[in-house]
C-alpha cells in the first residue's frame, strides 16, 4: 500500500514562498516513470482544485491561477514530488495535497494527508 506524506507547509505573508514535498512511502513513485503525480488544494468552503501535475514524461500542467508563480518537479532518486510556490498571495490559502496514480488511470489513486499553507 503506497502511502504520501506532505511536507513544508506553514505561514507565510504574502509576497513570500514556500516550496512543498511529498515522499511516497513503500515505493518509488517520483521514480516510476509510469505514475503521474500532482498537487490538489481546498481551501475551507470551497471544493477541492488541481494545482499542477507532471506526467511521465516530466511534462507539466499549471492551474491558470498558479502559472507563473508556482513550479512542480520531482526527484527520484529521493523519491520525492516538489512544489515551489512564489509569489503567494491570500487566495492560495488552502490545505495542500499531493496525489499520485499510474498514468492510463482515469483518477488519482493515492492521496496524502495534506499540509496546510496560510498566507496572510
Known amino acids: 500500500h503506497v502511502q504520501l506524506v506532505e511536507s513544508g507547509g506553514g505561514s507565510v505573508q504574502a509576497g513570500g514562498s514556500l516550496r512543498l514535498s511529498c515522499v511516497a512511502s513503500?515505493?518509488?513513485?517520483?521514480?516510476?516513470?509510469?505514475?503521474?503525480m500532482g498537487w490538489f488544494r481546498q481551501a475551507p468552503g470551497k471544493e477541492r482544485e488541481g494545482v499542477a501535475g507532471?506526467?511521465?514524461?516530466?511534462?507539466?500542467s499549471y492551474a491558470d491561477s498558479v502559472k507563473g508563480r508556482f513550479t512542480i518537479s520531482k526527484d527520484g532518486a529521493v523519491n520525492t514530488l516538489y512544489l515551489q510556490m512564489n509569489n503567494l498571495n491570500p487566495e492560495d490559502t488552502a490545505m495542500y495535497y499531493c496525489?499520485?496514480?499510474?498514468?492510463?488511470?482515469?483518477?488519482?489513486?493515492?492521496w496524502g494527508q495534506g499540509t496546510q499553507v496560510t498566507v496572510s
Open positions: 507532471i506526467d511521465s514524461f516530466r511534462r507539466t
Open positions: 513503500e515505493y518509488n513513485i517520483s521514480g516510476d516513470t509510469h505514475y503521474c
Open positions: 496525489a499520485a496514480k499510474p498514468c492510463w488511470y482515469p483518477d488519482y489513486k493515492y
